[in-house]
């Protein structure tokens, strides 16, 4: 099936700065989406990108799907401690391929 | 969204013994999936449950370790079987409801935290 690829595996941030998360995969994908999981949570839809090239603003968070529709990017600026959490993408049709996820902790 | 309630939050198994694993939706959906998370790790679908017929494995899961029963559409157990302590992991009922494109996008339970022993 297919595979998403996700980096970095551990994001260490400075409250205030800005981070960024990648998705890839060596397939085009008919959409990708992104979860959340907070520590001890289950994980939580956040938005889903369609269109090629396409870009999603949530506040703080800029979603990204690239112009081949094989890669993704998830941008937030300025983290608070609420960031906290890990981030995955997942690409599929029916069945969801999910990342290994990117595990962010705030340095207060 | 759906609301799914999950049951039990948390076990501690012992070896060889059997757990099932409740998830019930507040409406009718299609789409049933169960997913396992071993600790640290991302989500790996274990099957889809299918409403009145046998559910579909994924590669590397089978029916006689993760028996699953779909009586209806908003009703579905997973049991893990003769547990070792491999089978240690967060199970997680989800739903699929389509989004844009077609593509179903997942609420979760909030999972069944299994320890074996």
């Known amino acids: 099936g297919q595979q998403v690829m996700q980096i970095p595996q551990y994001q260490h941030v400075q409250e205030g700065e800005d981070f960024t998360t990648y998705c890839n995969s060596s397939?085009?994908?008919?959409?990708i989406q992104w979860y959340k999981q907070r520590p001890g949570g289950h994980p939580v839809f956040l938005i889903q990108l369609v269109k090629s090239g396409e870009v999603k603003k949530q506040k703080r968070l800029t979603f990204q799907f690239g112009e081949a529709k094989k890669n993704s990017s998830l941008h937030i600026t300025a983290t608070q401690t609420t960031d906290v959490g890990t981030y995955f993408c997942?690409?599929?049709?029916?069945?969801?391929?999910f990342g290994a996820g990117t595990t962010v902790t705030v340095r207060a | 969204s759906a609301v799914i309630s999950q049951k039990p939050s948390r076990d501690i198994c012992q070896r060889g013994t059997s757990l099932t694993i409740q998830c019930q939706v507040d409406s009718q959906v299609t789409m049933m999936f169960w997913y396992r998370q071993q600790p640290g790790q991302s989500l790996t679908l274990i099957a889809t449950?299918?409403?009145?017929?046998?559910?579909?494995?994924e590669s590397g899961f089978v029916i006689d370790k993760f028996p699953i029963s779909r009586p209806n559409l908003t009703f579905s157990t997973l049991t893990v079987s003769n547990m070792s302590p491999e089978d240690s992991s967060i199970y997680l009922c989800s739903v699929g409801l389509a989004g844009d494109s077609g593509a179903n996008v997942l609420t979760f339970g909030a999972g069944s935290r299994l320890t074996v022993l």
């Open positions: 397939t085009t994908l008919s959409n």
């Open positions: 449950a299918n409403q009145g017929s046998e559910a579909t494995y």
């Open positions: 997942a690409g599929g049709g029916y069945k969801l391929s």
